[in-house]
């Protein structure tokens, strides 16, 4: 038996319907499966009413005429998948691939108001040929147990943006909006980027991105020419992975633990937050410099061993005029104290207890994670970097 005839001799019973605008469409409304070995080409529009969840096998969706359409009640289920339609595939419901996709021609947009309309990669399916003008216009989310980078992007444009493994367990989602997040043209607020935390200076007014998922991540964004990096820093060690919290109604600073790249085309990787505390992410900057001559002890530990029991800053006594801030991911300040070096010595330095700033209880001991620190220099630059409470 040839590979043709491998395919279910029961798509031949499927029916051929006429749809409003005069095109043709594969109409499915009973219960499809492709067996292994089984091919199956999409030269017309997708309508799946039905069961057509359970395959194996090829689908290719071609035309260089017009673009394609799936729609439906149900979500379709492909093994492996390729898109080759110059005029785009368009898709009004969701499609999974669960073992590998294919970018040959033409983008896969989703609709940008409806997040449950993504084409989803299942089982860490894999994906090839995404360029600038092949890629998800929309959402696509995974679920599987490997890092993954979103194909991702908008106004022919490829944006990727990557998560790492742990948050694809339980699904994650993501979009690339070539907007500013002042005006943005899908969501029902906006993202004021004049509404910012303590430890930033600025945020992009020219993109951003949006990731769902409740496990906690660090994220990688991606940079171009059209990003205008220039017009927030000079050295790409003040750019931050920033997120918009709509509790706080602000802009919150999400770290930068590594950048590759130059001002006009690299990435940026985040600290670990979780992305449903965020509506939306993009780029901001934090002018403050890291650590410098001093030597800090990033890690604490308050467990009554005498080992890393508080925050620890050597050489502070080389500059007596100082003061010290300390504030949670969200920009809560947690900790303030003049003249640190002397607070070392006398048992008011910081162990993981807040001092009763803002939303936080004085004395409530602070969970373990990672918090930010600004140290004020009389006559210098102000200085900033991350500590770890861990208990």
Not at 386 to 391: A, C, E, F, G, H
């Amino acid at each position: 038996m040839n590979r043709d005839s491998k395919i279910m001799i029961f798509f031949c019973l499927l029916l051929l319907s006429i749809i409003s605008s005069g095109q043709e469409a594969f109409y499915n409304d009973g219960n499809v499966q492709m067996h292994d070995g089984a091919e199956i080409g999409f030269h017309i529009d997708l309508i799946n009413d039905g069961i057509f969840d359970q395959n194996l096998g090829f689908a290719g969706f071609y035309n260089t005429d017009r673009s394609l359409t799936v729609s439906g009640d149900n979500r379709p289920v492909f093994y492996d998948m390729e898109v080759n339609v110059t005029r785009d595939l368009i898709l009004e419901v969701a499609v999974a691939v669960t073992n590998f996709q294919e970018f040959v021609n033409g983008r896969v947009i989703t609709p940008r108001d409806r997040r449950s309309t993504s084409l989803d990669y299942q089982g860490d399916a894999p994906y090839l040929g995404e360029n600038d003008d092949r890629f998800v216009d929309g959402y696509a989310s995974q679920t599987g147990i490997l890092d993954f980078t979103f194909p991702i992007g908008d106004d022919f444009r490829l944006r990727p943006m990557r998560i790492e493994s742990q948050a694809a367990v339980n699904t994650a989602k993501g979009a690339y909006f070539f907007e500013d997040p002042n005006t943005p043209n899908f969501f029902s607020g906006n993202f004021n980027t004049d509404n910012f935390g303590t430890l930033l200076f600025g945020v992009s007014t020219f993109e951003f991105w949006d990731l769902d998922g409740d496990t906690e991540t660090r994220v990688t964004l991606t940079w171009d020419d059209n990003s205008n990096i220039p017009t927030l820093v000079e050295d790409l060690e003040d750019l931050r992975v920033v997120g918009w919290n709509e509790n706080l109604n602000q802009w919150v600073n999400l770290g930068n633990t590594s950048t590759t790249g130059d001002l006009n085309d690299g990435e940026i990787t985040s600290e670990l937050f979780i992305p449903d505390n965020y509506v939306v992410l993009t780029f901001g900057t934090s002018d403050l410099v890291l650590d410098g001559d001093l030597e800090v002890f990033t890690a604490v530990s308050p467990n009554g061993d005498d080992n890393n029991d508080f925050f620890r800053i050597n050489g502070l006594g080389n500059f007596p005029e100082n003061e010290l801030f300390v504030y949670n991911r969200w920009g809560v300040l947690i900790y303030q104290k003049k003249r640190y070096h002397e607070a070392q010595e006398n048992s008011e330095a910081f162990t993981g207890i807040s001092q009763g700033r803002a939303t936080i209880a004085k004395g409530e001991e602070l969970p373990v994670g990672t918090y930010y620190y600004v140290l004020k220099i009389e006559g210098l630059k102000d200085r900033a970097g991350y500590l770890y409470i861990n208990r």
